[in-house]
């Protein structure tokens, strides 16, 4: 393979990750149907409840951290999604189809 090779692929490689990363950025991931969830200031059930999300409402997960653990509708959860500056919410309430990570770590 020559250099030039090496370096389209290289570059080719980051283009993808680059793509996926804001694939998973534009995502938006409903919350657990007939649930109204708190919105809280850090990852954790310690943390103030800043705002109240609807029923039937739709997130935009920013990043994700550990924090504390929850059980909601679906399953039991230490991972805390960011939807916005200071504004978290447990991935036991939102359906993102997945146990583990689908966004980068906060």
Known sequence: MSVDQSRAVT??????EVT??????AASYPVAP????????GPGTGYTVVRVLPEG????????????????????????????????????YVRTGSDGYVAPRC
């Open 11 to 16: 570059d080719a490689g980051k283009a993808a």
């Open 20 to 25: 996926v990363t804001a694939a998973a950025l």
């Open 34 to 41: 007939g649930y109204r969830l708190n919105v809280r200031s």
């Open 57 to 92: 409402a739709q997130v935009r997960i920013s990043c994700q951290t550990p924090g504390t653990r929850v059980t909601g509708p679906y399953g039991t959860s230490n991972i805390w999604d960011r939807i916005g500056s200071g504004e978290y919410v447990s991935d036991a």
